[in-house]
Structure formats: structure tokens, C-alpha cells
Nanobody, 115 residues
Framework: QVRLVESGGGLVQSGGSLRLSCAAS????????MGWYRQAPGQERALVAI???????NYSGSVKGRFTISRGDAKNTVYLQMNSLNAEDTAVYYC?????????WGEGTLVTVSS
């Protein structure tokens, strides 16, 4: 069974940085796409950034230039470096991965940015 586990969330001051990590288990295959979504209080889950096996990357406009997504050397890992954080980045961040047409999700990690 595929499982995604996020780590690296926490409380940070406005202007600070955090690095999120996501490690997948339960498959010998490489995910076609891996990425991050986030859900702020009272809002729907929204794309943050995704990267495919060819390293093509798509960022949400609100994070472009501040966040960097990368896939790890270890198979099926993905990272999100978040810089210049502000209060609007406060949300639960979810790792997602696509394999064989199925989307998998982690349980999320909370990022809180204090102003």
C-alpha cells in the first residue's frame, strides 16, 4: 500500500524559511508526478508546486520565486524549500504523488507563519 509521509512543518516568523520533506513507501515504481498542495483555514485545497519525472515544474503564482520544489536522490522523495514566508502561507501542506493514474495523498503537515 502506497504511503506518503510529510515532515518539516512548524511555526516560523514572517520572513523566515522552512523545508518540507515527503517520503513515499509501498511501491517499487517511480511516481510520474510528485508535489505539494496546501489548505488554509476555510479555504479549498490548492496547488503549491508539482514536478514530474522529467523535472518539469509548475508553481502556483503566489509562491513562485519564494518556494522551490525538488525531487530527492532517493526514489520517490520530494522537497519544498519555502523562503520569505508570510501569514498567507499558513496552511496544512499535503504531499501528493501520481502513479498509474491514481493520486495519493499524505496526511499533511501544518505550517504556521506568525506576523
Amino acid at each position: 500500500q502506497v504511503r506518503l509521509v510529510e515532515s518539516g512543518g512548524g511555526l516560523v516568523q514572517s520572513g523566515g524559511s522552512l523545508r518540507l520533506s515527503c517520503a513515499a513507501s509501498g511501491t517499487i515504481f517511480s511516481f510520474r508526478i510528485m508535489g505539494w498542495y496546501r489548505q488554509a483555514p476555510g479555504q479549498e485545497r490548492a496547488l503549491v508546486a508539482i514536478v514530474d519525472r522529467g523535472d518539469t515544474i509548475n508553481y502556483s503564482g503566489s509562491v513562485k520565486g519564494r518556494f522551490t520544489i525538488s525531487r530527492g536522490d532517493a526514489k520517490n522523495t520530494v522537497y519544498l524549500q519555502m523562503n520569505s514566508l508570510n501569514a498567507e502561507d499558513t496552511a496544512v501542506y499535503y504531499c501528493t504523488a501520481n502513479l498509474g493514474g491514481t493520486n495519493y495523498w499524505g496526511e499533511g503537515t501544518l505550517v504556521t507563519v506568525s506576523s
